[in-house]
């Protein structure tokens, strides 16, 4: 996996951590991440695809995060992860009007109705609270910095 952006190391190893449980070996190999951070976001984060593979699968992503507290931005990590994966199975399409194969209108839908975003929020929050059983010391005694 190839991860570029100024990220914290308590995030970077989340960022492996949440890409080790959703991701392939072969998949993780071929996946590129962009992160940014950023004070003014209109959302806590976006995931926007900027390449693709050989076959036409998304496999280089940006991910935009706002900035915040600790465990949201965590949780954004892990829920735009989600979201990297769903396009990269060709599960949620970059215009977010086919979902598993089935046409979708996403502007007559409430965000939090969408079928993605309610996927992405289950598995985000799973991995996060995974992460956090497993790296708690790493998680909380780093957060001050």
């Not at 998949?27 to 003014?40: G, P, S, T």
């Not at 992503?61 to 892990?78: P, Q, R, V, Y």
């Not at 985000?124 to 957060?143: A, D, V």
């Amino acid at each position: 996996m190839n991860i570029s952006g100024k990220i914290p190391k308590r995030h970077l190893l989340a960022i492996n951590f949440f890409a080790s449980k959703l991701f392939t070996p072969q998949k993780r190999r071929h996946l590129y991440l962009n992160i940014k951070y950023r004070k003014n976001l209109d959302y806590l984060g976006l995931v926007t695809v900027d390449d693709y593979n050989v076959l036409g699968m998304p496999n280089e992503f940006t991910i935009e995060i706002l900035k915040g507290s600790e465990e949201e931005m965590l949780k954004t990590l892990a829920h735009e992860l989600c979201h990297c994966l769903q396009y990269s199975r060709g599960e949620l399409n970059e215009q977010m009007d086919m979902w598993m194969g089935r046409r979708v209108n996403s502007d007559s839908i409430p965000y939090h109705e969408q079928p993605w975003e309610i996927a992405a929020e289950s598995k985000g929050n799973e991995l996060y609270y995974e992460w956090i059983e497993q790296n708690e010391q790493i998680t909380f005694s780093t957060s001050k910095t």
